[in-house]
């Protein structure tokens, strides 16, 4: 959406919901169907299939920098 530099209200509309409910996609405080993961993959102009790799690619970042930081603070921990 970003790249597109649309506003989360104006992309939430092209999406067709609610603006609230787009932050809260985007916060990842909700868990959306596959209806409304079409929706907004149509909004972007993308395959659903296109949505979808880019949220693992996140989700995997996210796992690797919290596996890594739990490595450094397991090892900055002093052997008993």
Avoid: C, N, W
């Amino acid at each position: 959406r970003e790249k597109q530099e649309h506003s989360q209200e104006a992309f939430a509309v092209l999406a067709g919901v609610h603006r609230t409910y787009m932050s809260s996609i985007e916060l990842g405080k909700v868990e959306i169907s596959i209806t409304i993961a079409d929706k907004v993959a149509e909004a972007l102009r993308i395959p659903l299939s296109r949505l979808f790799k880019e949220v693992e690619k996140q989700v995997k970042a996210e796992q690797d920098k919290s596996l890594a930081k739990k490595a450094e603070t397991s090892s900055a921990e002093p052997s008993k």
